[in-house]
């Protein structure tokens, strides 16, 4: 009797695509809510309505699964073709960064906040995984690269010099601390980041654009005077 051979059928690299993007999207669902040292690979693959073989079969293991969720989440705060796009546009730097900075607020401040992504960069955040050499090397550095040219397109200094450093540090600071934040630290310690009161969002998005362009300015001026 002729043994059987398993053939790929026409459509099966679009099954295979699916069921990948399936196991990413209930992983990213799990991890958000256990984190990645709670979670198995076959918990995820029962949640993706697929076998635990995917796992390893797509993503080589949960290590490196998580991995790609990381870069995932990581891509759908702000694409790196959307910052390019945005930085190679026209425009002046200051308003380049000021769209930057709605961006990525509305992001974190909107319906996005009940999505798994930002509750797996929150986690991350609080206690960095081996993973997160990966999410740095993907997504974190070449995004950095775009933004601090463009705030040292507005202080005049190269993009690695250590004032514009400082600068980016106090501009992202605000959205790391949205990200790991929960409702009870927005409802009751800080209520004025509530995104969820009327007018707040739009309320938060301005005062970041506003607070980090006067933080630029100040330190522009402190630059003249001969500060640092």
């Known amino acids: 009797m002729a043994r059987k051979t398993s053939r790929k059928l026409p459509g099966r690299r679009e ?15 799990i991890f958000a809510e256990k984190g990645f040292d709670r979670a198995t690979g076959k918990e995820i693959a029962e ?8 796992v390893n079969y797509y993503y080589g293991g949960i ?6 969720v990381l870069v995932e989440a990581h891509r759908r705060l702000l694409t790196y073709d959307r910052l390019i796009a945005l930085a190679e546009g026209p425009g002046e ?5 000021k769209t930057l900075i709605g961006l990525i607020a509305r ?13 797996v960069l929150g986690r991350e955040i609080l206690s ?12 974190i550095l070449p995004k950095k690269l775009v933004i601090t040219t463009i705030v040292g397109e507005i202080l ?24 790991v934040g929960n409702k009870q630290i927005f409802t009751r310690v800080l209520p004025g980041l509530n995104p969820a009161e009327p007018g707040a969002q739009d309320a938060i998005v ?9 933080g630029l300015d100040a330190t522009m001026a402190a630059l003249r005077s001969g500060g640092h």
Not at 63 to 68: Q, R, S
Not at 93 to 97: I, S, Y
Request: with cysteine; net charge negative.
């Open 63 to 68: 290590e490196g699964l998580y991995a790609e």
């Open 156 to 179: 005049g200094l190269a993009h690695d010099d250590p004032v514009v450093t400082r600068c980016a540090l106090s501009i992202v600071s605000p959205f790391a601390m949205l990200l």
């Open 206 to 214: 301005e005062h970041f654009q506003r607070f980090a362009l006067a």
């Open 128 to 139: 960095p995984s081996p993973a997160f050499a990966v999410l740095i090397e993907r997504e």
């Open 93 to 97: 730097p200051k308003q380049k960064l």
């Open 15 to 29: 099954d295979g695509a699916t069921t990948k993007a399936q196991i990413l999207e209930a992983a990213g669902e």
């Open 47 to 54: 949640h993706a309505g697929s076998n635990s073989a995917a």
């Open 107 to 119: 992001t974190i401040t909107g319906p996005a906040t009940a999505s798994w992504a930002l509750g």
